[in-house]
């Protein structure tokens, strides 16, 4: 269930509470929490419902400028039945936690013995610590030229790593990894002495929906925050070669998530 950037941060704020969709039979059960880039999303309720029965107050509550425009999004696949979903904000993502707990000597051990567990189960034989290693040397590194440096195949490389990241162990930028506090605690606790690393960058990381062409651009310029990007103003960033209007959306649906805006705004 895709919910938009300005969405998720009303959902959090507690300003809308319900979203519409069209679909042959529900995507998610009461109970269901999604992981999204403001922390998890709860459904609190599922029920069909008769397009010509929505109100005002519902448009307000799914965020929709009118019933109009609320009806008008419900207007594709009309063969499809229309559903209500409650929504709520049901805290941050406990991977986020994770990420940013330092294990003690134990807890090492103990991720040491899953990792292990992780390369006796996969048919190319142990990956885990030499891929913690390359994305450790190599942050912010497009998925499949790292992938080509190990000589293993994009979706199969990207598969596993989501398995270090259920450990807390990666982060998922919007080009490329990073490793966690978490996962930089175990790869030093293999080595003789702590590696040194670039200084973690402060500020709200670039949304991962505004692709890779903005994402590069606005690295060009040291924009890699979205506190960063709030000194552009719209017109700037609009003139880098690969933020486009699509990009431009998302950015501005990020930052009002954060209370912030374009400069000049």
């Known amino acids: 269930m895709m919910i938009r950037a300005s969405e998720l941060a009303a959902i959090r704020a507690g300003t809308i509470d319900l979203a519409f969709r069209r679909w042959a039979r529900p995507r998610v059960v009461v109970g269901t929490q999604l992981r999204t880039s403001v922390g998890l999303v709860e459904v609190t309720s599922v029920e069909e419902v008769d397009v010509a029965t929505l109100t005002e107050d519902d448009a ?19 063969d499809d039945p229309a559903w209500r979903i409650g929504v709520a904000y049901a805290g941050p993502d406990p991977r986020e936690l994770l990420r940013a707990s330092v294990p003690d000597a134990g807890e090492v051990a103990a991720i040491h013995a899953r990792l292990d567990r992780l390369d006796a189960a996969s048919p190319i ?12 040397l190599n942050p912010g590194v497009r998925a499949p030229e790292l992938a080509a440096q190990v000589g293993r195949e994009t ?17 998922s930028l919007a080009i490329g990894y990073l490793l966690s506090p978490r996962g930089e605690a175990v790869v030093d606790a293999g080595l003789p002495a702590p590696r040194e ?19 590069r651009a606005l690295r060009e310029v040291g924009a890699t925050t979205l506190e960063k990007v709030a000194t552009y103003t719209a017109d700037e960033l609009a003139a880098m070669h690969g933020v486009g209007p699509i990009a431009l959306t998302r950015l501005r649906e990020a930052l009002a998530g954060l209370g912030l805006r374009y400069a000049g705004e």
Not at 60 to 78: C, E, H, K, Q, V
């Open 197 to 215: 690393r670039a200084p973690r960058e402060e500020g709200t990381p670039l949304p991962r929906t505004i692709g890779a062409p903005a994402t």
């Open 125 to 136: 034989g142990p990956w885990t610590r030499a891929t913690l290693d390359l994305i450790d």
């Open 155 to 171: 979706p199969d490389f990207k598969k596993d790593v989501r398995k270090l990241k259920e450990l807390g162990l990666t982060e």
């Open 60 to 78: 307000a509550r799914a965020g929709a400028a009118s019933l109009t425009a609320l009806l008008d999004g419900l207007a594709a696949r009309p």
